[in-house]
């Protein structure tokens, strides 16, 4: 951990970005008063924790929130929401005298991390000051448990030290609790992504929505290389029967978009691109843009999910479900297991394995009505309603506790 983080600070310092060292040492002004901690990876870590850091300055409004990323989009999406109290920095290494630092210059009360953030010096540090350590959302892939179990005392030491931990999974649980997770440490199960609310600063204008009509439209959401081959070929064919159909691509990394759109005009495909503020009317937009999905999300009466056709993983349902569309997904969904197998036990989505099958399910969706039945079952299928009440329940308890 110290080779490593003697090349993270490094890297910083022969950029000359003394900020970003800063943050990583630790350093930098610090707010005064009582504070929680909570580190996030990246953007959906840090989108499902909202919920939880706004529940914890209405029960704590003497308390701050410090909070620490992996990268700089999430913490410019932290800053963005503009919630006061909320303090941001960049990740600092984890090392003993670093963590000593932040405990003492932040006054923390409790420290959350969130899905599979476990940094061990950190957990260590906060159990021997007395500080709490919860994870939400917690994630353990049979991977990256293996891995654990290779330096197995290592393991049992920072689990052991826990205070609380609500998975996101129940596998992810059992693997946990296999390493050391203490059974008086274990809270519900619940995925925190199906807290997800639509952000009501971020709608469709009437242009997009004369341009997108939801019943016509779907939407290719977080796609990866190969994705869009299927996605292009499918549209093609389900255009055939349904030659009003409109499609937007929005892939998971926008840098990817000349490729794409030179797929699209292969194919014959008249686009408009988003990173250019082309004029939309369009049968295909091409949206290789950050922080507008939602955007998307409520222009498509139909989505597909990104990273379901190959061995990503898959991205989120909830997203798209929170806004009503039905769905369709690959057989790759490892990331969201647990919210996947709800929904085909629901028979509440499509899981397709090509462009034929793809096609098929947009042609099946081709209604308002029949969109609308789909996306309802999904999202009562996802619901978590209860399991969410009691972690924030028991939130409260480790910040009055």
């Not at 929505?209 to 019943?215: G, L, W």
């Not at 042609?363 to 299928?381: I, K, P």
Request: overall charge positive.
């Amino acid at each position: 951990m110290t080779l490593a983080s003697v090349v993270l600070l490094v890297r910083p310092c022969l950029r000359g970005d003394w900020a970003l060292a800063s943050d990583r040492l630790g350093r930098g002004p610090a707010a005064s008063g009582p504070h929680l901690w909570l580190h996030a990876a990246s953007n959906g870590e840090l989108a499902s924790a909202r919920g939880l850091i706004e529940h914890v300055l209405t029960v704590r409004s003497d308390m701050g929130v410090l909070i620490t990323c992996n990268t700089a989009t999430a913490a410019t999406l932290a800053r963005s929401w503009g919630i006061s109290r909320l303090h941001v920095r960049l990740a600092p290494l984890d090392l003993g005298f670093i963590n000593r630092r932040m405990l003492r210059r932040w006054n923390i009360q409790l420290h959350i991390t969130m899905e599979s953030e476990l940094w061990p010096d950190r957990v260590i540090r906060c159990a021997a000051a007395g500080i709490p350590v919860a994870i939400f959302g917690a994630r353990l892939t049979k991977r990256t448990a293996r891995g654990w179990a290779r330096f197995g005392g290592l393991a049992r030491k920072v689990l052991g030290r826990i205070s609380y931990l609500s998975a996101q999974d129940s596998r992810s649980l059992a693997r946990l609790r296999a390493l050391g997770l203490r059974a008086s440490a274990v809270g519900p199960v619940l995925d925190l992504k199906a807290s997800y609310t639509p952000p009501q600063d971020l709608t469709p204008d009437a242009t997009l929505r004369a341009c997108f009509p939801r019943a016509q439209t779907w939407l290719a959401a977080s796609t990866h290389p190969g994705d869009e081959a299927v996605v292009i070929a499918a549209h093609l064919a389900a255009r055939a029967v349904r030659p009003g159909l409109r499609l937007i691509i929005a892939p998971r990394h926008p840098a990817r978009g000349a490729g794409i759109a030179e797929a699209l005009t292969a194919a014959g495909l008249k686009f408009a691109q988003r990173s250019r503020s082309d004029a939309i009317d369009k049968e295909v937009l091409l949206a290789d843009t950050m922080g507008e999905m939602a955007l998307w999300y409520a222009v498509a009466g139909t989505v597909f999910i990104g990273g379901t056709l190959s061995d990503r993983g898959g991205h989120t349902p909830y997203e798209p479900s929170a806004f009503g569309a039905a769905l369709i997904h690959g057989p790759d969904v490892d990331n969201f297991s647990s919210a996947f197998g709800r929904l085909q036990r629901a028979r509440a989505s499509i899981c397709i394995g090509n462009a034929e099958e793809l096609a098929k399910a947009l042609c099946d969706l081709d209604t308002t009505a029949s969109q609308a039945e789909f996306g309802a079952a999904a999202r009562a299928a996802l619901m978590q309603g209860d399991a969410l009440k009691k972690v924030k329940a028991d939130l409260g308890h480790l910040l009055t506790g």
